[in-house]
């Protein structure tokens, strides 16, 4: 068969169809070059029409980045930072919708629907549990149900892929978790600072009764956290921008919205936008969410574990 290059004109797009023969630990990137948004559109004339490609893909990628500081930023109803972080949220819905970017629009979607459930949750003090779970459900059923109308709307696969284990996966992934555990406990040591009012929830209770709730939680919370960083926020910017820029960004959100976390300060948002580019890495290397929920699951007992015991 004898392949022109005429018949490779034309064929690029902005929403790819799912490749197929792929490898997995390939998909991802694949996925981000098929989709950049940069690209230009040409008239017949082979002019350019409309939005430049730089100025569009500019413009999408600060929009998918503002959803990601949307989340990173305290929800405190009734303050001034909440009125601008939801004005924010809604100039940047909109400029999603004029741009016609399915990438911005998913994302507009998704984290309007999480930033929701986090205010109704503050507001209605809801128990953290109930938040968490309506967060890590209701963002993607919701998208899915727009995209049931709308095609565009239909999230990317590589959101949610489960990928594959690679060959450095478990060493890469122990090591991480072995380091996160071990600076957090040298931070811990040496700063001794108060824990946050789940921790000294857990103190109360016995060792065993502590051990559960801090796996209970470990299982649940990086649900929501994966599926934004490593997913959404990750894929979109990697539309735009490469996955390189796409992992040091994601990377960036990720430790700060642990400003307030445990480790907290600027220590801790270095340490955990550390651990978001080696989740980030883990994520591109195998092609979808699951090394890095593991990972980020494990970490997340092991640091849980060690707070409880530290500080006690």
């Not at 651990?275 to 970490?299: E, I, K, N, P, Q």
């Amino acid at each position: 068969m004898i392949l022109r290059v005429e018949d490779l004109r034309g064929t690029h797009r902005s929403e790819p169809d799912e490749p197929t023969s792929a490898r997995p630990s390939r998909l991802l990137d694949q996925a981000m070059t098929a989709g950049r948004e940069g690209h230009v559109t040409t008239r017949g004339d082979g002019h350019p029409a409309g939005i430049q490609s730089s100025a569009r893909g500019t413009l999408v990628g600060i929009c998918v980045v503002v959803l990601g500081c949307s989340i990173v930023i305290p929800i405190r109803p009734g303050t001034a930072t909440f009125t601008a972080t939801v004005g924010a949220l809604v100039l940047v819905t909109v400029l999603a919708l004029v741009l016609r970017s399915p990438a911005a629009t998913r994302a507009a979607v998704f984290v309007d629907t999480m930033f929701v459930c986090f205010v109704a949750g503050a507001l209605g003090h809801w128990p953290p549990a109930l938040t968490t779970v309506l967060v890590c459900a209701l963002p993607p059923l919701l998208l899915y149900a727009a995209g049931r109308h709308r095609a565009t709307l239909r999230p990317a696969l590589p959101w949610f892929r489960r990928g594959r284990l690679t060959p450095e996966a478990p060493w890469f992934g122990l090591a991480t978790v072995v380091l996160s555990a071990l600076a957090l406990t040298i931070w811990a040591l040496i700063v001794r600072p108060e824990p946050a009012q789940y921790l000294r929830d857990l103190q109360s209770l016995p060792l065993w009764l502590a051990v559960l709730g801090v796996v209970g939680f470990a299982l649940v919370n990086p649900i929501w956290e994966e599926m934004l960083y490593r997913g959404v926020l990750l894929t979109e910017l990697g539309r735009v921008w490469g996955p390189k820029v796409a992992v040091t960004l994601q990377a960036v959100l990720f430790g700060a919205a642990h400003f307030a976390g445990f480790p907290s300060g600027i220590a801790g948002m270095i340490m955990a936008a550390g651990w978001g580019f080696a989740l980030g890495v883990m994520r591109l290397r195998s092609g979808g969410l699951l090394v890095s929920y593991v990972v980020h699951v494990t970490a997340n007992a092991v640091i849980g574990v060690l707070a409880v015991m530290v500080l006690r």
